[in-house]
C-alpha cells in the first residue's frame, strides 16, 4: 500500500503544535494537585487560635508556588520551540510512503528511510497522522495523501501502537 503527499511547512508546524499542546496538559495536573492540596489543608480545623490563618496562607503561598512552577514550565515550552526551530530543517516537498510488510517505508528528496512498524507509536489529528519512533523522531503523514484509498490509513492503524483520536 502506498501513499504519495507534498509536505508543506505548515504539516511541520502542526506537529510542532501537537508537541507543545501535551506538554501543556501538565499545567491541569498541577493546578488539580495544588486545588486537591488547598482543600485538604482547609478542611482540618486549626487547633490553636494562631493557626486559624493557616489555610488563608497556605493558599497564598502554594498560589505562588504554583505560578513559579507553570511559568518555569513556560519557559521549558519556549527553549523547545526554539531547539525545534533550529534543528533539522523540514524536509518539504514530494514524499512516498509505503508499508510493506512490517516496516514502512518513507522516500523523499532527501533519501529513503525504511522503519518497522512495531516500536512505532500513532497519534492521529484530524488532518495528519503521527508516527513517533522510539528515537524521537517523527514521521507526518497527510490523511489528504489517501483520501482516495483509506485502507492505508487502517492498516496503519492496525500495526502500530497507542493509536489516540484527537
Known amino acids: 500500500m502506498k501513499a504519495t503527499f507534498d509536505l508543506s511547512k505548515r504539516d511541520y508546524r502542526l506537529f510542532q503544535r501537537f508537541v507543545m499542546f501535551r506538554y501543556r496538559k501538565l499545567h491541569w495536573i498541577l493546578i488539580a494537585l495544588w486545588a486537591y492540596q488547598t482543600w485538604r489543608v482547609a478542611k482540618e480545623p486549626p487547633q490553636t487560635p494562631e493557626m486559624a490563618a493557616g489555610p488563608v496562607i497556605w493558599f497564598i503561598s502554594s498560589a505562588i508556588s504554583v505560578a513559579v512552577v507553570m511559568t518555569l514550565l ?15 530543517r523540514p524536509v ?32 492521529e489529528t484530524r488532518e495528519h497522522i503521527f508516527l513517533l519512533r522510539p528515537s524521537g523522531i517523527a514521521t507526518i503523514i497527510p490523511k489528504a495523501a489517501t483520501a482516495d484509498d483509506p485502507a492505508f490509513f487502517d492498516e496503519l492503524r492496525k500495526r502500530t501502537k497507542g493509536n489516540d483520536k484527537l
Do not use: K
Not at 528528496?109 to 497519534?123: C, S
Open 74 to 88: 513556560f519557559f521549558f515550552a519556549f527553549a523547545v520551540l526554539r531547539l525545534l526551530s533550529r534543528g533539522p
Open 92 to 123: 518539504c516537498g514530494h514524499h512516498e510512503w509505503e508499508i510493506d510488510g512490517d516496516t514502512i517505508i518513507e522516500t523523499n528528496d532527501e533519501g529513503t528511510t525504511t522503519t518497522p512498524l512495531e516500536p512505532i507509536t500513532a497519534h
